[in-house]
């Protein structure tokens, strides 16, 4: 370890998964990340259903072209 970093020093990524931002999941994770960050560590928090996140829908448009992103 470096001089002054304790063992704690983490950063934490949570993807938080709910729709609603001012959910129950949303104060789960805001407890969650104050008692992580009063040790020392940095929390990122991502609520993914505000990104746009899509899966593979198996069009094959980057196999055929890679200067175009996918139907």
Do not use: W, Y
Request: charged share 25%; glycine share 12%; hydrophobic share 30%.
């Amino acid at each position: 370890m470096k001089n002054g970093e304790s063992i704690m020093d983490k950063k934490i990524v949570v993807l938080n998964g709910s729709p609603r931002k001012n959910g129950n999941t949303s104060a789960l994770v805001k407890a969650f990340t104050e008692g992580a960050e009063s040790v020392g560590n940095t929390v990122t928090e991502f609520f993914l259903d505000s990104m746009k996140i899509h899966g593979c829908k198996g069009c094959f448009g980057g196999h055929e072209r890679s200067d175009q992103n996918c139907d």
